[in-house]
């Protein structure tokens, strides 16, 4: 397809290799920004291109809905016809859309919120076809005189064939037209269409959001259009190749706002009994549709600039009064500044909004122009939020202008390369975010955040790689399961990381990526390991799925490496690899505390008496083994370097069996003079899996006994320097480490933690009007009050969600409501979780997967799941995307053969349902369990007796 620009694996791949180093990206984006200017000027309506019309007038004239049709749909057998493919054909190219849409904001007579649409398109033949197919889901059309959905007439001279017939398939999502003709190649038509949605809660498309305030409820209007609902806001070629220019206009109430990602171009005044007012837009750039957003709502804003760039926070009128939006307004045009210098490219539009949103499904959406997020992304509250809220904020901001460039203005062709998307944005929002608050040192917690949560799921059988193909992908659900972990993080953990201090490059005139980057590599003399080239060697990381173990052997001197699986058992069901599995690996390593020269493994051998250290500072996307002998000097002498990185490989490598489970656990020994958070979290994320495994057994007790005595230094040095718990610690990290000294604390017994958590809980539930604790330790205080409180405490901690003023606190209380040891409490809590009118759907699914965090609450939360498996999976959305954290999380404590079989039964169960973009979950969760079965049985005798052994008697 001709339109916009795209990111080629090749582009993006070295895009992201530059990336690490900031100038050469420039260069990258530069000469892709001024191809996209140039195409977009090519199509400008000033520029000799067809002109955009005026915008049209209200659809159906009236309230009144419009005459609903039903859909014809042709009774014939499946068939391998044009609309029964997901894929768009390649005969039709959009060029604009001019969309008008009136959404309701009350309920019509029949009960629903509705909203109407008007809209043409305009489109251009690229090869001859009688066939004309649109994306359009949920939508009802109004029929033409000639009882068609739609009208087609012909811009041009050549005449325009009349419609056979027209119906709307909904399996694949068209409205289709068959044509008397043939479309003239390189003739412009134009379709209109008038239509009719659901303006439902279901979070997807144009949906609705609704919220309280003074006693009245107030609906917004707003859109949720990635990857595939645009579709259900218009018909439009919803695929991210269809780049068009839009013109939009929305009619609302005159009391409400209008926000659309250009600016009003012009309000049209109406007499002012009218019930609504049109506003217009300016077009816009040439773009995807799953970019777009509209919103209406009476919401207050406020403003900045930032050299030219008008900045603006809207959010609900309390909000915005209370000064929640301060933070994000603040920190946009700094971090704006940043990426405009990074990718040496202005930011492409002129305004910025950004918008917080009381029922959003995902945690942020890069709309162009108009970005929009959940409440607790983007407000803020000195007084209410926590260190880790404002992390969240600044990151999450980082990651969506990012995306302004990266994703917006260059874009992905198909969904099979949204790695490249998500995987950039996830690694540049660090360095965004780094400028935001450039004390934070936040780039060191991308080992915590990604790295180990990648290694996890990209450790099994069922792990998929980077990129996909482009066939592979094709349905709605499908490129909704690809916005995992692996997307997210293995960008980031692998190409940046490993390759970042790898090749040397300079920035000299740009001219093809690769043999730049090569000859870069050349130059400076930086040596790759016979016969590869920078070609073969990103291939490895990107086309096949998994990562390297490096075993360091040094009695030997041997180096080798391995395919690391987390059941080495599910060997025999890894599909073949075209690299069989072998990665060119970078070695950066260190002997008795002296940094060596970096190194390919082929070129390595190791012997010594002294202990080794590889992959300094988790450089290289590979987990390191050693010899018994080396690990045992590692652990006598555990180097103040890379303890985070020790710890985590030690327990996966004793996960996979490459060592003894109780070696992983010695590594844990030195805590109690730890006073660091990283490798204090490093190690709780790991022995998280030990309490996931034996909090239902015998080991339990033992457990909580070495784990008390082995957090009670760190608890009374937080104590100390935060004079008995009256101040804040000064380091960003140091104030989450204060956090796991109570969290573990309270939670292994430690009765004078107990007693400070149910104290201060106590004296809140006296005078509600002031809260003695500090947002900080917010989460973790409730939680254990909660958990050893009674019907009294819960009932308390959920009135306070229900009244909280921002969404930030009403999200610590909603985590702690799980917290309770009461069965009673939580079934009732569960079956909340499933009216909208006690937890909004977008939290309803992580509420679940907090319940089944508690011991107690698991079995009920999995009942729970499995009985209203095909309400939820209807209710809340086919392409939502939680059901895989909902399934995973559900499942992370199974470790028994029974069940195992109920899983099997679960999955056998609904397989009429489905399980749409949790359905690589239900895999994953089956091959965890099996696993979790056999750990268990192998290690749980050791590992008792290896608690029982350590804690002083
Ligand atoms: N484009 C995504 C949002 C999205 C995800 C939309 C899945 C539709 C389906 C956005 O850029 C994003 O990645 N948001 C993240 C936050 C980010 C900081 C990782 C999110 O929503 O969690
Ligand atoms: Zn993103």
């Known amino acids: 397809m001709g339109g916009g620009f795209y990111i080629s694996k ?192 279901d979070l997807g498309g144009f949906y609705r959001s609704v919220y309280l305030e003074e006693g009245e409820e107030k609906v917004v209007a707003t859109t949720q259009m990635q990857p595939t609902d645009a579709r259900k806001a218009f018909p439009c070629f919803d695929e991210p190749a269809m780049k068009a220019i839009f013109h939009i206009t929305l009619l609302h109430p005159p009391t409400t706002n209008a926000l659309v990602i250009m600016q009003k171009c012009c309000i049209m005044i109406l007499n002012k009994t009218s019930s609504y007012c049109p506003t217009s837009f300016d077009e816009t750039k040439k773009m995807s549709t799953y970019l777009l957003a509209f919103i209406v709502s009476d919401y207050d804003y406020i403003n900045s600039t930032s050299d030219n760039v008008l900045i603006r926070i809207y959010a609900r009128k309390k909000a915005i009064a209370d000064g929640q939006g301060e933070y994000a307004l603040n920190k946009t045009g700094p971090i704006l500044k940043f990426f405009e210098k990074y990718y040496n490219a202005t930011y492409p539009l002129p305004k910025s909004d950004q918008i917080a949103l009381p029922d959003f499904n995902a945690g942020a959406m890069e709309n162009w122009g108009l970005i929009t997020y959940r409440e607790t992304a983007l407000l803020y509250d000195p007084n209410m939020s926590s260190n880790s809220n404002k992390e969240r904020i600044a990151t999450i901001i980082a990651h969506e202008l990012a995306h302004m460039w990266f994703g917006n203005l260059v874009t992905l062709r198909w969904w099979n390369d949204l790695w490249l998307n998500e995987g950039f944005a996830s690694y540049v929002e660090y360095l965004g975010a780094n400028e935001a608050e450039p004390d934070w040192n936040i780039k060191d917690l991308i080992v915590l955040g990604d790295v180990h949560r990648v290694f996890a799921v990209d450790a099994l059988a069922s792990s998929h790689p980077l990129s996909s193909k482009e066939e592979d992908i094709q349905k709605p659900e499908q490129i909704s399961e ?180 109780t070696l992983a656990l010695r590594t844990t020994k030195y805590l109690r003079r730890e006073r660091e958070y990283m490798p204090w979290e490093s190690a709780l994320d790991n022995l998280d899996f030990f309490y996931l495994m034996f909090d239902r057994s015998e080991v339990y007790g033992d457990m909580q006994a070495y784990l008390k005595y082995q957090v009670e230094p760190l608890f009374k040095h937080f104590e100390n320097i935060t004079r008995n718990w009256t101040d804040v610690p000064n380091g960003h990290t140091d104030q989450y480490n204060q956090v796991n000294a109570i969290r573990v604390a309270c939670s292994t017994g430690m009765e004078e933690c107990q007693t400070l958590t149910k104290g201060w809980y106590s004296q809140w539930m006296k005078d509600s009007a002031k809260n003695p604790i500090h947002p900080n330790l917010r989460t973790t205080v409730y939680c254990s009050a909660i958990a050893a409180g009674g019907a009294a405490e819960w009932e308390f901690g959920w009135t306070q969600f229900k009244a909280a003023t921002i969404a930030i606190e009403a999200d610590k209380l909603r985590f702690a409501l799980a917290c309770t040891k009461q069965p009673w409490l939580l079934n009732k809590y569960l079956e909340y979780t499933l009216d909208a009118t006690k937890i909004r759907k977008q939290d309803a699914t992580s509420t679940i997967v907090y319940i089944a965090s508690n011991v107690v609450g698991q079995s009920l939360a999995w009942d729970f799941m499995r009985d209203r498996w095909s309400y939820i999976f209807t209710q809340y959305g086919g392409g939502s995307f939680s059901f895989s954290n909902l399934i995973n999380g559900v499942t992370k404590r199974f470790s028994t053969e029974f069940e195992l079989k109920q899983l099997k039964q679960f999955q056998a169960d609904n397989s009429e349902v489905g399980f749409g973009s949790g359905t690589l979950a239900v895999s994953q969760s089956i091959e965890r369990t099996t696993a979790n079965i056999k750990w268990v049985a192998e290690n749980k005798k050791s590992v008792q007796e290896w608690f029982y052994a350590e804690v002083p008697k």
């Open 10 to 201: 090749f582009v993006g791949v070295v895009g992201i290799v530059f990336g690490a180093g900031a100038v050469a990206t420039v260069i990258a984006l530069a000469v892709v920004y001024s191809q996209e200017v140039a195409k977009n000027e090519a199509v400008s309506p000033t520029n000799g291109g067809s002109t955009v019309k005026p915008p049209v007038t209200t659809p159906g004239g009236s309230t009144v809905v419009p005459q609903v049709t039903t859909p014809v749909i042709p009774t014939t057998a499946p068939s391998n016809e044009a609309w029964d493919k997901y894929r768009l054909p390649d005969t039709l190219k959009p060029e604009h859309y001019n969309l008008t849409l009136w959404p309701r904001l009350t309920v019509n007579a029949q009960g629903l919120y509705i909203f109407t649409g008007k809209s043409y398109v305009v489109f251009q033949c690229v090869k001859e076809t009688d066939l004309i197919l649109i994306h359009s889901n949920k939508l009802n059309y109004t029929k033409w005189g000639d009882d068609h959905l739609a009208k087609l007439s012909a811009l041009g001279s050549t005449p325009v064939p009349t419609i056979k017939k027209s119906w709307l398939q909904p399996t694949t999502q068209f409205l289709v037209l068959e044509l008397n003709g043939k479309l003239a190649v390189g003739e412009s038509y134009q379709l209109d269409t008038v239509f009719v949605g659901e303006l439902a809660d």
């Open 482 to 661: 690809l916005f995992d972990a692996i997307s997210y993080s293995k960008v980031r953990s692998s190409i940046f990381s490993t390759y970042l201090n790898t090749f040397a490059y300079d920035n000299t005139v740009y001219t093809d990526l690769w043999d730049h980057l090569q000859m870069a590599v050349n130059s400076t003399g930086t040596s790759l390991p016979t016969g590869q080239t920078v070609h073969s060697i990103m291939n490895r990381w990107v086309l096949q799925m998994g990562f390297p173990v490096v075993t360091i052997n040094t009695a030997t001197g041997m180096i080798n490496q391995q395919h690391f699986l987390l059941d080495p058992a599910t060997a025999g069901s890894v599909p073949p690899s075209d690299f069989s599995y072998v990665w060119i690996v970078p070695i950066r390593w260190m002997k008795t505390g002296l940094l060596q020269k970096q190194t390919w493994l082929e070129d390595k051998t190791v012997t010594g008496e002294s202990w080794i250290l590889a992959n300094l500072n988790v450089s290289g996307y590979y987990r390191v083994n050693y010899d018994n002998a080396n690990w045992e000097r590692l652990l006598n002498s555990i180097p103040v370097i890379n303890r985070a990185q020790l710890v985590d490989d030690a327990f996966n490598l004793a996960r996979a069996k490459y060592i003894n489970t």
